[in-house]
């Protein structure tokens, strides 16, 4: 059984910072593009960052600047280090995973770490 884990959200004032990370645990070969994702109250749930296996990455524009997705392929393990944050990036943050194992070949989620920023 292949699990996505997040952990590190919390409550943080506006302008602090914030690590999150996201660890996969059970049977597969491989983990491909991996990614974070939020969802704010109300509203769909958006892009943060993707990462490749090749350390390739990309950024949704709000957060440009600010977030550093990064992962350790050795430990399965991805992070997003989160600084200058805003009120605006408060949300429930998902990981998100391609991971191919023998038989299969399919995207896995977390369930969520809430980040609330406060102002």
């Known amino acids: 059984q292949v699990q996505l884990v997040e952990s590190g959200g919390g409550l943080v004032q506006a302008g602090g910072s914030l690590r999150l990370s996201c660890a996969a645990s059970?049977?597969?070969?491989?983990?491909?593009?991996m990614g974070w994702y939020r969802q704010a109250p109300g509203k769909q749930r958006e892009l943060v960052a993707r990462?490749?296996?090749?350390?390739?990455?990309n950024y949704a524009d709000s957060v440009k600047g600010r977030f550093t997705i990064s992962r350790d392929n050795a430990k399965n393990t991805m992070y997003l280090q989160m600084n200058s944050l805003k009120p605006e990036d408060t949300a429930v943050y998902y990981c998100?995973?391609?991971?191919?194992?023998?038989?299969?070949?399919?995207?896995?989620w977390g369930l969520g770490t809430q980040v609330t920023v406060s102002s």
């Open positions: 998100n995973a391609r991971i191919v194992g023998a038989i299969f070949e399919r995207d896995y």
């Open positions: 990462i490749s296996s090749g350390g390739s990455t």
């Open positions: 059970g049977r597969f070969f491989k983990i491909n593009d």
